[in-house]
Structures are given as structure tokens and as C-alpha cells.
């Protein structure tokens, strides 16, 4: 596979990442911005991201959508709509999913909207079924690679600004290494979980689900050390309600449960 984006795919990119750092959350305090969601909600709805799948988009492509989208705590539905598209599309009609709020962690309503089992499913043929679970696996871990990214950008600007002993918390070689690590991990999920979207147009179903539990696994793990991290940065304020840190995590915890592998499921060894 090439990982390099196209020019369209860089393009699709940029307009989630803007839509996502101009009416996204900025503080904690924004979650409870009913004026603002209603903002979200439109331009999200009117963008046409929901339904990228009918439009002929990739899972590459709505992977990336789910990545911003995360990075930006982006506080509407997306994945839920858009997998219940994809299923529109091998049914050749419109599957009855309703947006309802599930009980959550999530203070971002990620989940909103998302049928694990959808009764649909049983109408599909099995290629069909796989390529919907790899899709749902792969968005799921593009979510998480977002929120790694979004929360070790949280940290890394605080690490520029909180100052001990007479200098920038960053400049220490210990705080240094902890975020460097976190960008190793990050980067790591962005290969896996790239290859994961691919795969679910381009390999056969079997390896498109097999590619995708890996990446699951591996970005639920990278996740969780980097939405820790985060908070061990922010030192004692990672610990109160009103940093974003714990968005983040709550988030990633919320993605990790969507569709949950083992490392015993896979035919391949992971350590």
C-alpha cells in the first residue's frame, strides 16, 4: 500500500480538521455550549461527512474524518451515522438506526448513534458483514489515534508554558523523553491504523478484519499510555475536572470498549 494521502485525501483532511478546531470543544466548560453544538451539528450535517460511504469515499478516507474529528473532541455523532451509512450502502437502502444517547464515560457523546450489532448485519452476506466490521473496527481505532494525538498536544503546550525552578517544564529531559515517547507511540498508531482503513477496501474480508484488530489493539494500548501520559505532564492540574486531559481519556477508554479485541483473537503474535 502507498500511505501517502492524495491530494483529495489531504484536502478532506485539512476541512475535518478545520470544522473540528473552529466549533470543537476549548475547554471543558464548552461541553455544556448547547449554542455551540447546534453550530457543530449543522456544519458537521451540512459538510456530508456522515455519509461518505454512499458518496463513494474509502475507509481510508472516512478514517482520516474520524481521526480529526477525535483530535478536536468534536462533540456530535459521526461514527455511528457513518458505519450505519456504510451499512445503507450494502443493503441498498436505508438501515432504521436511531441517534440515541448511550450511557457513557464519554463526555463527548462519541457514542451516540452506534450499533454494535446491528440486526441489519443478518441480511448481509458474510464478505459484506466482515467489511462492515473492519470498517467499524478501523474508525474506531482512527478515534483513538485523534484523541493520542489531541491530548499529547494538550501536554505538549503546557509543557512549553508551566514553568518550575525558573524554566519551562519542556526544557527538563525527563518531561522531554515522556512526550517524546508518547510521539513514538502515536506514530506508530497512525501506520497500523492507516493500513487497518486501507484494507477494508483492498484485502480480501478476512485479512481486512484481521489487519484491523491488530491495529485495534495496538492504538487501545498507545492510547491509554498517551492519555496518561498527558495527565502526568499537567502534573496536579491533570487531576481536576477542568483540564481536557481527561476528555481525552475518557474518550479513548469509550473507543477501546466499541467492538473490543483480544490478543487471543488474533492469528498472529503481538507481545
Avoid at 437502502?93 to 448511550?102: G, N, T, W
Amino acid at each position: 500500500m502507498d500511505v501517502r494521502l492524495t491530494t483529495e485525501q489531504q484536502q478532506l483532511r485539512e476541512a475535518a480538521a478545520k470544522l473540528a478546531d473552529d466549533l470543537g470543544p476549548d475547554s471543558v466548560a464548552d461541553l455544556d455550549d448547547a449554542n455551540r453544538i447546534t453550530r457543530l451539528e449543522k456544519a458537521v450535517d451540512a459538510t456530508g461527512f456522515r455519509s461518505l460511504r454512499s458518496d463513494g469515499a474509502s475507509g481510508v478516507e472516512v478514517a482520516i474524518v474520524a481521526e480529526e474529528f477525535a483530535r478536536g473532541l468534536v462533540d456530535v455523532p459521526f461514527l455511528g451515522p457513518v458505519l450505519a451509512d456504510d451499512l445503507g450502502c450494502a443493503l441498498r437502502r436505508e438501515p432504521s438506526v436511531p441517534i440515541e444517547q448511550r450511557e457513557s464515560v464519554d463526555l463527548t457523546r462519541s457514542v451516540a448513534g452506534v450499533a454494535e450489532s446491528p440486526p441489519e448485519l443478518g441480511e448481509l452476506s458474510e464478505r459484506d458483514a466482515g467489511r462492515w466490521h473492519a470498517l467499524a473496527l478501523a474508525v474506531t481505532s482512527a478515534d483513538l489515534v485523534g484523541a493520542a494525538r489531541g491530548t499529547h498536544a494538550l501536554a505538549c503546550e503546557y509543557a512549553t508554558i508551566r514553568e518550575q525552578y525558573g524554566a519551562t517544564i519542556g526544557s527538563y529531559q525527563a518531561v522531554g523523553h515522556l512526550l517524546a515517547e508518547s510521539l513514538a507511540l502515536i506514530e506508530g498508531s497512525i501506520s497500523v491504523s492507516r493500513h487497518a482503513a486501507w484494507a477494508v477496501d483492498e484485502l480480501p474480508f478476512a485479512e481486512a478484519i484481521e489487519a484491523a484488530k491488530v491495529a485495534k489493539i495496538y492504538c487501545a494500548r498507545a492510547a491509554l499510555t498517551v492519555c496518561e501520559t498527558s495527565i502526568q505532564v499537567h502534573g496536579g492540574i491533570g487531576n481536576t475536572w477542568e483540564c481536557l486531559a481527561h476528555v481525552y481519556l475518557r474518550r479513548a477508554l469509550t473507543a477501546t470498549e466499541l467492538w473490543p479485541v483480544k490478543l487471543e483473537e488474533l492469528s498472529i503474535g503481538l507481545s
